[in-house]
């Protein structure tokens, strides 16, 4: 992989709030002029405030969207980032959850990021240089229980991004990366509400993460691109080799499941400590 030096133009999905605001601050302070995008236009103007006022209304699942921010970025700066980092959760056994809930699961997170993907290639491979970042998960890489459609959609898009960067380098392109992120549970909005539901509980089966912390490590990979990076290191080899045995994966499914419920309140005694609900 290449080292990529910062500056240019970076685009973000969904960084009106949570892990796309902090990338979006980190890679900010790093250098890049950042595009603030998010299905909340009026959310990605406020986050886009002290970031130098970039922002966008962006629905990933507009496929012309994705291609008009990836022009409008390349015109100001040339663009050389793009992060994928927009994405929903829900919880449940896959049949307690609608077609229409499927549906957008998998619209926003897997079809949303080869969205954004397909845009930013389009413009970069014009220019032969490039990087997309995509915000997968933990949940990329093993089965979740409770939060299986939602990591159905993250295993698509960590085969699409992997697929996809073995494909530029089949077609002699070298001068574009395509990077993973996959990070376990982070303190962001997407799981403030989830302390009382036991559905969630894979999401809290480790320490939980700092959006900053995440951030920082993104910005670093906007630096210097690797196919897959997982955080922490350790949580990645030990679900990898979860997914290595999965006759043993479902057994252990109680063990983690009570690991994860611990994992939940222990935070909300962490919250209740600082005065929070
Ligand atoms: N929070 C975690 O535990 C965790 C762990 C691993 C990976 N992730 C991934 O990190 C990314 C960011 O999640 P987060 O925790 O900050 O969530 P969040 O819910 O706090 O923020 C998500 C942002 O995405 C935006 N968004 C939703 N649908 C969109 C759409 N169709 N188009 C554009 N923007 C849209 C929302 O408006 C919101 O601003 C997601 O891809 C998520 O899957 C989160």
New binding site residues.
């Given amino acids: 992989m290449s080292s990529v030096p910062a500056g240019g133009s970076a685009v973000v ?9 902090a990338i979006a601050a980190a890679l900010h302070a790093d250098g890049w002029r950042v595009l603030v ?4 236009a009026a ?1 990605a103007a406020r986050a886009a405030e002290p970031l130098g006022g970039w922002s966008a209304g ?4 507009d496929e012309a969207g994705c291609a008009a921010v990836a022009a409008e970025a390349d015109r100001r700066d040339g663009l050389g980032l793009w992060v994928n ?5 829900a919880t449940g056994p896959a049949w307690t959850q609608d077609a229409a809930a499927r549906r957008q699961i998998i619209e ?2 897997a079809l ?1 990021a080869m969205n954004g993907t397909l845009a930013a290639l389009a413009v970069m491979r014009r220019r032969g240089a490039g990087h997309v970042l995509n ?5 990329g890489l093993v089965a979740a229980p409770g939060e299986t459609v ?1 990591a159905a959609s ?1 295993h698509a898009l960590l085969a699409f991004s992997l697929g996809t960067l073995a494909d530029l380098r089949g077609a002699g392109v070298r001068g574009i990366d395509i990077s993973c992120l ?10 403030h509400d989830r302390l009382d539901d036991p559905q969630a509980a894979a ?1 809290f089966t480790g320490a ?2 700092r ?1 900053e912390a995440v951030a920082a490590r993104a910005a670093r990979l906007a630096r210097r691109p690797r196919p897959v990076v997982t955080m922490p290191g350790w949580r990645g080899a030990q679900v990898r080799l979860l997914d290595a045995l999965p006759g043993l994966a479902v057994r252990l499914t109680p063990v983690v499941a009570a690991v994860g419920r611990a994992g939940q309140r222990r935070q909300r005694r962490r919250l209740s400590d600082r005065g929070r609900p």
């Fill in positions: 999905t969904g960084a009106a709030r949570g892990l796309g605001l995008t998010d299905v909340d959310g962006l629905d990933v699942r980092n927009a994405g929903i959760l926003v997170n949303g915000v997968v998960s933990l949940a939602y993250k996959c990070p376990d549970g982070i303190w962001t909005p997407m799981l999401s939980l993460l959006p």
